[in-house]
């Protein structure tokens, strides 16, 4: 099986949440909201290049529907890759979040699984609340894995971003 027929890329933080990627947690961002109807996890990856001091706390939102209201913030695993490729071990993080730490040339991925979702939500969306106002750069993407349906894409004529 191919990469991209068990993993579906999502650009979640377009410009118009994220206007300057050299500043990527400035107004606290809150992704795009993302289906999960055809996929069993979702992992966000925050890329964090240069500004090592600017910090923000993640929180996962489970949603009811597509314009993400009535959102839960739900539990999630998370870890910190480093030095360029040095992976921190999987760490379970409650409901009210984790915060990513200072540093530079670092990504962090953060992964919920559908079924850690509140009740029958079907959609997630990212919170990344600023603490530390220094300018971070870097990049924000979520990478959709597990899909229900095996033989091909899912979706190869629409949209899991809402």
Request: glycine share 8%; proline share 3%.
């Amino acid at each position: 099986m191919k990469f991209l027929e068990q993993h579906k890329i999502v650009h979640c933080f377009p410009a118009s949440i994220i206007a300057d990627n050299e500043d990527i947690f400035v107004g606290s961002p809150v992704s795009d909201v993302i289906h999960l109807d055809h996929y069993r996890e979702c992992t966000f990856v925050v890329i964090k290049n240069a500004g090592g001091t600017g910090t923000a706390t993640v929180t996962i939102n489970s949603c009811s529907n597509a314009a993400g209201t009535t959102a839960a913030d739900v539990a999630f695993m998370y870890r910190e890759v480093t030095a360029p490729d040095t992976h921190g071990a999987w760490t379970a993080a409650t409901s009210t979040g984790v915060s990513i730490a200072a540093g530079a040339d670092e990504i962090w991925e953060f992964r919920v699984n559908a079924n850690g979702l509140d009740g029958t939500n079907e959609f997630v969306k990212m919170t990344l609340t600023e603490v530390d106002s220094t300018a971070v750069d870097g990049a924000i993407l979520a990478i959709l894995t597990d899909p229900r349906y095996i033989d091909s894409d899912p979706d190869t004529a629409g949209s899991d971003v809402i």
